[in-house]
């Protein structure tokens, strides 16, 4: 039961071979058992999950089943829901019992979908790889010596290890795709503005978006006609009809146009994840795709230009943080400005107050034209590369990451490399374009590659479709980790 | 361009964060080195170039100016650090 698909479990619900009670007990059990070892989630709460399946078969009793109700779904603990702990990953909000529910959790609840618990992941985000989390590190199911990358690390290692059949995340530089993709998972991040950042914790509001953490590109959909939806409280909430993500999914993908930019098959990735990616490719042409070669040339700003404005917003956002109305409170002060800096130098951790002052540099006096305009002058190039790019294509084609999972510590002294494992998942955010990463194989080491799939603005459906194609022809998505039967 | 250790302290002190001598330091050459990156994207010419704030270039939507939200007070009071008679406590700051 814990290997099947949303999908097929959504199917087992309807036939009543299965509660929801039941089905909620199965993955806590597997938590139970397993948690230890990953340190996938920060807060379970089996009386709270329970309770919420309990209502979703009685639901379903009543006639009242929607897609979704009864599932299991993790919600990574960036997204605030109502009477759980929302930590974010620091000991800034280790106190902190949500008083209300973010968008997205009212409507997975609303859909009738059951808490499962909150995902570990880097400390508000701002990490590529769940070390920085007050919690500790989040292990990798297919090498528990390597990271499961981030900042979803949580989310995506639970659904890899089968300790949740899908789960939430964020993605602000990549931290939904790179994860997904250093564990063998599916992960899109929507279109900028689809998913509603309300209740969602901000680190760059610019650049954060929620989406769905699942095993199939099906589930993928199923979670987004779910997830996506105009919500008045967010101020770049997208007013738009409403859509069904799964519309196209048994659409052939013959004859579509597969974008491959030159700057993505450089000598940038590693050696065992092109030979992966250059295999999918390959398949995608046998099943009728065509390729074409495209540009991306201000693809190399894209990293430096992240690290100007993620840090810029990321240091206004995270000021409300003055151990005044919520959050932690240093023990010792002397008076209201100690207060402030000692609760803020406690409360976060080495590379969030790293980021924040890197932030609060490029915007104090005298700098901000240089560094902050500057870098949103630099992401409209960004952006209008793949405005000329999706002329002659219908999606772009490349590696998730340049490497496949990392060792633990290996890069956690070295702020640049970290931040370069993100080089082929930014430039997305930047331009606010639709990025997914599915499973296309494993490198020499055993470890799975991921293939990112760029899509243009609002073509959810369409990429959806081209991988679940692509995963009917092949069986990436499909293999467990060791010792996951 | 290299910072120097005066910029280290005056950020903390405008994030309001402490950091001692030792942490300015160790964090001096951390940000250093993201500076060497961030480097790169200085010397593009982007004259003529609007600055993008918005992926998608929309205006700020406003709404009605009516009143949406209903009190919680007691709620978020609950989950704050220190509170008497509905007030948030912070230490004196006038004398």
Redesign the interface.
Known sequence: MHNATLKSLSAELAAKRVSSVELTRIFLNRINKLNDKLNCFITLDEDASLKQAKAADRARAAGRAQPLTGLPIAQKDIFCAKGWLTTCGSKMLS???S??DAHVVERLNAAGAVILGKTNMDEFAMGSSSETSYYGPVRNPWDPDTVPGGSSGGSAAAVAARLAPAATGTDTGGSIRQPAALTGICGLKP???LVSRYGMIAFAS??DQGGPMARTAEDLGLLMNAMAGFD?RD??S??REPEDYTRELAKPVKGLRIGLPKEFFGAGAAAGVMKAVDAAIAQLRGLGCETVDVSLP?M??A???Y??LAPAEA?SNL?RY????????APD??????????S??QG?GAEV??R???G??VL?HGYYD??Y?????????V?RDFTEAFKRCDVILGPTSPGTAFRLGEKMN???QM?LNDIYTIPAN????PGMSIPCGFDEKGLPVGLQVIGN?FSEARMLGFAHQYQLATDWHQRTPPGVE | MALDLDDVKRVAHLARIAVDETEARAVLSQMNDVFGLIEQMQAVNTSGVEPMSHALDVTQRLRADAVTETDQRAAFQAIAPQVEDGLYLVPKVIE
Not at chain 1, 322 to 329: K, P
Not at chain 1, 333 to 342: A, E, G, M, P, V
Not at chain 1, 373 to 381: D, N, S, Y
């Open positions: 106190n902190f019992v008083p209300y279109t900028y503005g610019s650049l008045a101020s770049t997208l007013e201000n190399k700003l990293v430096p230009v690290y100007v240091s000021a003055d151990g005044v109305r919520y959050g932690y409170r002060y002397s008076d209201l400005t100690d207060l402030y800096r000692k803020r130098a976060f107050k790293r924040i002052l890197i609060t540099y104090s240089a560094y305009i500057q870098a949103q002058r630099v992401r409209r190039l952006a070295d702020p640049v931040y930047l331009a606010g374009l603005y």
